[in-house]
């Protein structure tokens, strides 16, 4: 989502991307089916929810990750203006994505559509990240303050609903699809933090035996690489089989 496809692409980035995809797209299924009253699988705790929140986790970090490799390669051929530029115009046009399947998903499910979901949660972070995308270690510590933080905000509930974005939840709040700032930000800056120190100067720091060539990696990668196209497209699908097949 971050990087150009071809050689400016790191394939190990990829293909946990698109095991993420994988997962995400496992949960989505079980989701739907038990939306349609289909099955009546338990996906708010146990194995179901910590598969959802895998995927969720790999794609923000590996968002934070792909920001930093972004950076590291734009601050040798643009101006830090340009930079800051560059950047509020990718967060914003996340961002506008996530309006549009908000109002998507206000149309089908008006009193659970998404609010403040993955696509407005990442194109704000890649605007924030703007000041803390030059650090390593303040980054985890930031990052643990965001994620405390965040836990903590998650066993309340507040009389207001301004602060939704940040994770101060309303009472009896609702929404299919939901990643506030607290505490995802503080995994996107891990994220940030792993891409400097690994991957500093537009280069790996540490070798690692390319397989990217290998069949499943491959398919993985390529999952990896469309990754934005995929989430758009997959839940229409997955809703269209299930219409079909209960008609």
């Given at each position: 989502?971050?990087?150009?496809?071809?050689?400016d692409?790191f394939?190990?980035?990829?293909?946990?991307?698109?095991?993420?995809?994988?997962l995400m797209?496992?949960?989505?299924?079980?989701?739907d089916?038990?939306?349609?009253?289909?099955t009546n699988?338990?996906?708010?705790?146990?194995?179901?929810?910590y598969?959802?929140?895998?995927?969720?986790?790999?794609?923000?970090?590996?968002a934070?990750?792909?920001?930093?490799i972004s950076?590291?390669?734009s601050?040798n051929w643009?101006k830090?203006?340009?930079?800051?530029?560059?950047?509020?115009k990718?967060?914003?046009?996340?961002?506008f994505l996530?309006v549009?399947?908000?109002?998507?998903?206000?149309f089908?499910?008006?009193?659970?559509?998404?609010?403040?979901?993955?696509?407005h949660?990442?194109g704000?972070?890649?605007?924030?990240?703007?000041?803390?995308?030059?650090?390593?270690?303040?980054?985890?510590i930031?990052?643990?303050?965001?994620?405390?933080?965040g836990?903590?905000?998650?066993?309340?509930?507040?009389?207001?609903?301004?602060?939704?974005?940040?994770?101060?939840?309303?009472?009896?709040?609702w929404?299919i699809?939901?990643?506030p700032?607290?505490p995802?930000?503080?995994?996107f800056?891990?994220?940030?933090?792993?891409?400097?120190i690994?991957?500093?100067?537009f280069?790996?720091?540490?070798?690692?035996?390319?397989?990217?060539?290998?069949?499943l990696?491959?398919?993985?990668c390529?999952?990896g690489?469309?990754?934005?196209?995929?989430?758009?497209?997959?839940?229409p699908?997955?809703?269209?089989?299930?219409t079909?097949l209960?008609?």
């Open positions: 989502m971050i990087l150009k496809k071809g050689k692409r394939w190990e980035i990829d293909f946990l991307r698109g095991f993420a995809i994988i797209i496992f949960f989505h299924i079980i989701y089916l038990n939306f349609f009253s289909i699988f338990r996906i708010y705790s146990g194995i179901i929810l598969i959802a929140r895998l995927s969720a986790s790999i794609f923000v970090v590996l934070g990750i792909s920001l930093s950076y590291s390669k601050k643009l830090t203006n340009d930079i800051i530029l560059k950047f509020i990718r967060g914003l046009k996340i961002l996530g549009i399947i908000s109002v998507i998903t206000w089908y499910i008006p009193r659970g559509f998404v609010v403040f979901g993955i696509l949660f990442i704000t972070s890649i605007i924030l990240s703007l000041i803390f995308i030059r650090y390593r270690v303040i980054n985890i930031f990052g643990l303050f965001f994620i405390i933080v836990f903590y905000l998650k066993s309340l509930t507040f009389d207001f609903n301004i602060l939704i974005p940040l994770g101060f939840i309303p009472n009896n709040f929404t699809d939901y990643f700032l607290f995802w930000f503080g995994i800056l891990i994220g940030i933090s792993i891409g400097n690994i991957y500093p100067d280069k790996r720091k540490y070798e690692i035996k390319d397989l990217s060539k290998k069949l990696v491959k398919s993985f390529f999952l690489r469309n990754s934005l196209l995929i989430y758009f497209l997959h839940q699908i997955i809703i269209g089989i299930i079909i209960l008609t």
